[in-house]
């Protein structure tokens, strides 16, 4: 364990946090999988891509220029060949005409488009007149059932008013 409590101290300097995953070490400290893993020492704590002069100034010296930032590489310019003033000319009117010819589609797309909302529209109103009329049936049926009751259950002043609202 004395291995152990190194390795949690040599951590907590190199994270400068305590290391709290003991019951996953536990387990996986034997597994088959960690056994050809190497041990952490003082020279691969630092990230191998990170220079700074601390790291530069361990190391070899390094001759100036090869500390200089490398050139980036730049990209081949496609070789366009130089075309006549009529091809150019052909190109443009070939675009041209793919330009017309999606325009007149689009066109008839937005055309189609306007007719289909319009014919919605007209379903919308026309189904909208059905359910008034449903409606209207429906109060008709309900004023009928109303009318053919028998009311001789009611006495006085609401039998008068019924008699009056069924002439």
Known sequence: MDVYRAAQMQYKEWKNIVFNHDATW?????????????????????NKRAYTPETLSSKAPIAPEVVAEPERPTRKQKKTPSSSQSSKEEQFQK???????????????HEDKKRYQANLEEMKAEMNKVKKRE????????DFQFYIQYHDHLTGPTLTAMIQMKS
């Open 26 to 46: 536990r387990i996986l400290k034997d597994h088959p999988n960690w056994r050809g893993v190497p041990l952490m020492d003082d020279s691969s704590q630092r």
């Open 135 to 142: 409606m209207e049936i429906q109060r008709k049926e309900k």
């Open 95 to 109: 675009l041209l005409v793919e330009f017309n010819e999606i325009s007149e589609v689009t066109k008839a797309e």
